[in-house]
Antibody, heavy 124, light 110 residues
């Protein structure tokens, strides 16, 4: 069974950088044809995909966040991370990491394993 | 802003059936696989359906998925109190170059 666990500060000051890490157990982030994703959920709202790092090391970021976002991996620790610059209160959300598999090889992703989520607050 | 539209809520009595629609466009549902997720409040989403109509191991056959054109549907039969949750559809959007999710539907068991 694959397990993911998010970690990082729960409070980030405006204009600073939000940094989160996802530690993966039960699978290697470098093996298989999987993408390791970040997804967030604003309080009481729906899900918003942020981006991923593929097992090959390539990354793909959501266009609206692309200019502020960096997703990277530490393969020695089997972890991947998110850094979001210049945060505002609008970045306050529960952040999830999740594994995705591309069913067809043409961006047909389904998110089969999720972390428990971590609440990050940016005060206004 | 979600590009996949779902009804805000559906409800039915225990043992009954509910269906949840997910409306998109040719840039997402019309040409990509749809997945469905169940999110019990306070917990992470859980994959229910992938590739339009396939169930992961451990998901009961009370849950089913279908797709026609630019819309998809999740069906839940034999409704149970444990099915009370928010349900989201998801797909890749080729115009946005992003994974997108539906607006979410709250299922209430009366």
């Amino acid at each position: 069974q694959v397990q993911l666990l998010e970690s990082g500060p729960g409070l980030v000051k405006p204009s600073q950088t939000l940094s989160l890490t996802c530690t993966v157990a039960g699978d290697f982030i470098t093996s298989g044809n999987y993408c390791w994703n970040w997804i967030r959920q604003h309080p009481g709202k729906g899900l918003e995909w942020i981006g991923y790092i593929h097992s090959s090391g390539s990354t793909y970021n959501s266009p609206p966040l692309k200019s502020r976002l960096t997703i990277s991996a530490d393969t020695s620790k089997n972890q991947f991370s998110l850094k979001l610059n210049s945060v505002t209160a609008a970045d306050s959300a529960v952040y999830y990491c999740a594994r995705a598999r591309d069913s067809s090889g043409y961006y047909d992703y389904n998110f089969d394993f999720w972390g428990q989520g971590i609440l990050v607050t940016v005060p206004s | 802003q979600s590009v996949l539209t779902q009804p805000p809520s559906v409800s039915a009595a225990p043992g009954q059936k509910v269906t949840i629609s997910c409306s998109g466009s040719s840039s997402n549902i019309g040409n990509k696989y749809v997945s469905w997720y169940q999110q019990i409040p306070g917990t992470a989403p859980k994959l229910l359906i992938y590739d339009n109509n396939k169930r992961p191991s451990g998901i009961p056959d009370r849950f089913s998925g279908s797709k026609s054109g630019t819309s998809a549907t999740l069906g839940i039969t034999g409704l149970q109190t444990g099915d009370e949750a928010n349900y989201y559809c998801g797909a890749w959007d080729t115009s946005l170059s992003a994974s997108v999710f539906g607006t979410g539907t709250k299922v209430t068991v009366l």
